[in-house]
């Protein structure tokens, strides 16, 4: 039995897509635990509710049962069958990793396959931790904490890496191993790592221009420096995060309209 646990938040046009693209590519009994509350915007409710229902599956499930984390923008493009029955018979996880988001490192939660056994024994948890990316970063994510699980177990995982034929964009809509199709802005702004570094980093104040502005002569002294600091440093990075936000969510829409209409539209992107 495949138990998959799978979050949609906000949008609830992605459920019949992931459900149908589900049944097309897997033939062995499967069983979906969705939470489709549409709520819970705080920076770890994604992580707590895969958390939930990997509790709920356990108490339901056989050790030896397949659990796959999915999110509810992401599915099978390639019969799932045959990948998971290789892949799991070598690695006790296989996962999504995002390498070309700035050299990702974590498992992620948008295609996790592992058994429920092996999760208990881990005391999987998709919750945040740090780690550095290839630029230096430090990053913050869910999946964080499952990664430093791994690695101070010395737990080898098959990551599924992109495989994209196109690459419209360099992390969205995602192919994985062919196998795993990962849109990656169905429930949120469409905005990543490699989208800030294209922007460019929001700079600091300069030193000596305090948050809070000072009364009086001080106070207008201040105000013409923050705004020549707004219009030459900050402005100029705003402009170009909006600008790639826009563009971001008209490739989220204009992809979405091909997987709608065309099985094989993953080739295009």
């Given amino acids: 039995m495949i138990h998959i646990a799978t979050v949609h938040w906000r949008d609830e046009r992605w459920l019949e897509p992931q459900r ?36 709920e ?3 339901e499930a056989e050790p030896e049962d397949t659990l796959i984390f999915l999110d509810g923008d992401a599915f099978p493009i390639a019969p799932l069958d045959g990948f998971l029955e290789e892949t799991l018979s070598r690695f006790p996880l296989a996962a999504i990793r995002r390498d070309e988001n700035l050299g990702d490192k974590q498992p992620h939660p948008s295609f996790c396959a592992t058994t429920v056994g092996f999760w208990d024994q881990i ?29 101070e177990r010395g737990v080898e995982w098959h990551p599924l890496q992109r495989t994209n034929r196109t690459n419209l964009h360099p992390v969205l809509c995602g192919v994985y191993d062919d196998v795993v199709y990962h849109h990656g802005a169905g429930f949120r702004e469409a905005f ?23 009364v009086g002569l001080a106070g207008f002294a201040w105000k013409l420096r923050a705004k020549r600091w707004y219009i030459a440093e900050k402005r100029p990075v705003v402009r170009r995060e909006r600008r790639l936000m826009r563009e971001n969510r008209e490739l989220s829409e204009r992809v ?6 065309d099985e094989s539209f993953w080739l295009r992107v």
């Fill in 57 to 59: 599956i356990a108490q």
């Fill in 192 to 214: 990543d790592s490699v989208d800030r570094l294209r922007a460019g980093t929001i700079p600091d104040l300069p030193i000596g221009l305090a948050p809070d502005p000072p």
């Fill in 256 to 261: 979405f309209r091909w997987l709608q209409e």
């Fill in 20 to 55: 149908r693209y589900l049944a097309r590519n897997v033939e062995a009994s499967y069983r979906i635990h969705a939470d489709t509350s549409y709520n819970g915007d705080g920076p770890d409710a994604h992580a707590a509710k895969l958390n939930a229902l990997a509790t």
């Fill in 123 to 151: 005391d999987g948890d998709w919750s945040r931790a740090h780690w550095t990316n290839d630029v230096g970063w430090e990053i913050d994510d869910p999946g964080g904490l499952l990664l430093k699980t791994l690695m």
